[in-house]
């Protein structure tokens, strides 16, 4: 099992510009070259990457589902990405992203999920892209950039408990099944209390970072 890291999010980038997306997509387009996130000298303009979210998710989701499906045939379950049960409020919009099931679909019964992942992972370092040479290179980790990625953002933390909190309410069957958040990233001091209480109420059984060496000493 190989825990994300630095290749991994160069693997992305070379798969996007290779096969789905185009640098406009995936990079700032900055006065002295194009970066993944605005160094923490300089400033983005007022430009936005949406399109890039969408893509980094699906990525993060797929790569989850590879990681841990080791761990699901171990257990004699499926990884399934995009679980949808009505049962638990998982809709083909609101989905789980990720779920351990005695079946390998898409649409279950709430029985037969066992363990429900929620995915808030993105591209943590900074790097450039030379759009003549086709080049990625490695800027610095996040303490070198502007971006708060994965949940270091307080949108990712307050999407993934409120769709915590939905599951946990959406009945019996639903009391039984752990979630648990996936990111990549620490989390704010801000949130660390939070974290804690969600945890001792029962509604979220654990935020775990899938990248173990980000070099990073993050406080808010």
Known sequence: MEFWNKETEIRFFEEALKNFASPEQLFYDLTDGHFAYAPKNKTTKGQTLQ???ALIGQYT??????????????????AV??????????????????????TNSTSQPAKNIKLIFEVKMSIVNNYSYDDVTWKLKFEGDVKTHKGNPSILRSDAMLKAIGKSINIRVSGVESAKIPIIILGNSPITDSYKKKVDFLKQAGVIQGFVSLYPNPTISFAS
């Open 51 to 53: 399109s890039r979210n």
């Open 61 to 78: 989701e797929r790569w989850c589902k590879d990681f841990f499906q080791p761990i699901a045939n171990d257990l004699k379950l499926h």
């Open 81 to 102: 990405n995009s679980v949808v049960c009505p049962e638990l409020g998982l809709t083909n919009t609101t989905d789980a992203d990720l779920a351990f099931c005695t």
